[in-house]
């Protein structure tokens, strides 16, 4: 009689399985791994005093003003978190954005505050003019055609990187997308003595629609037009490369790519192009569709919060700036 082959006949000899068997070999044998260090928290500071403003599509983030900052950087202290990304909100607007370099504005006040309080935090200031500008654009806009003029923008943006040096800023972080801003700021940085200071490079920034609930909360968008024309189009991969190597060339000292979860691909692709310490930026479209989606039941957060920031990690970030960095810490101490 014929012999019928069942699956019961055959047993396999390879069994990955095996290695997943508990928590502890699961752990053990991890290849990536993600820790609250790793971890970068934004803070959005305000001109002024004794306030703290809420930010709607931004749940558990709040604009703060300086002395509201002791609390917040008690519970980062804690959490182990060693990095704080600073944006600025400034009481006035001009075209120009001079707030940005205003040595008593709200960054340069917010990093000397930090560093008073908390030494060894590493303070990361963003270097743009969108906060500051009354019509909401990266740079001066010119005067005939009314487009942002690049090679005029970049000495200021060299001077609002000096005040954030002078004030005490560990890093600075352009994030204008203009061409030559790494070189324009290193020049700025090293001619005001600054040679220690690093430059984290916005190098990869895309023209993103994940930037929304950022542009509330930073109070940054532009009253005309986008941003098109000096962020990159979202379907550019090499691109992203060209940037990179440009803004290594001019003397970065780190490189980010932004946002972070729709540009996995363009991580991995960054990051096998050069040895810098690579960066990315889970940005405010990304947590406000996690957390809407977890008020309303339909994802595990933890977990699901903690999946998008491992990916991240996994594609080739040694850094990431993410509004989940106090949540994620605590999860991590917890073992989610």
Known sequence: METLWTPAAVKPRVRPRRLRRTAQLREALGETTLRAAQLVHPLFVREGSGGDWP??????HAQLTVDRLDAELGEIDALGIRSVLLFGIPDAKDPSGSGAW???G????????????????????????CEYTSHGHCGLLDDVTGAVSNDATLTLLAQAAAAYADAGADIVAPSAMMDGQVAAIRAGLDDAGHTDAAILAYAVKYASAFYGPFREAAQSAPTFGDRRA?????GNARE???EARLDEEEGADMLMVKPAGP?????????AETDLPLAAYQVSGEYAMLKAAAERGWIDEPRAAMESLLGIRRAGADLVITYYAKAAARWLAEGV
């Open 106 to 129: 709200p960054v340069p006040r917010a990093i000397a505050a930090i560093k008073r309080r908390s030494p060894s935090l590493v303070v990361i200031a963003d270097v743009c003019l």
């Open 102 to 104: 205003n040595p008593s």
């Open 263 to 271: 540009y996995l691909d363009i991580i991995q692709r960054v990051r």
């Open 240 to 242: 992203a490369l060209r």
């Open 55 to 60: 930010i709607a599509s931004m749940p558990g």
């Open 230 to 234: 000096y962020q990159m189009h979202a």
